[in-house]
């Protein structure tokens, strides 16, 4: 996967993102990235890495709260040890 990428959102816009790192846990492969929300500011955010019918690396929200918190935690060890 490219290091910078480009997302769209709930409004059918195109950002600019740009990955931190991507990590395996429990078995299912995840990507942490930074989206730009402003000139000034960006979002870190985390999805779900998959594979698509041809190959290719795309990303999906993760929707299953347990799921979400416990990758969630995950990141904030990655991150912190990062720091």
């Known amino acids: 996967m490219d290091d910078k990428f480009k997302v769209v959102d709930e409004n059918n816009l195109e950002h600019d993102a740009e990955v931190i790192t991507a ?35 795309i990303i999906e929200d993760i929707e299953d709260n347990d799921e979400r918190q416990e990758v969630q935690n995950a990141v904030k060890e990655i991150l912190s040890s990062i720091e």
Request: net charge negative; glycine share 2%.
């Open 23 to 57: 990590f395996t846990y429990k078995n299912k492969d995840y990507l942490v990235y930074s989206v730009d929300s402003d000139e000034e500011n960006s979002n870190i955010l985390v999805s779900r890495l998959v594979k698509d019918s041809e190959g290719y690396d």
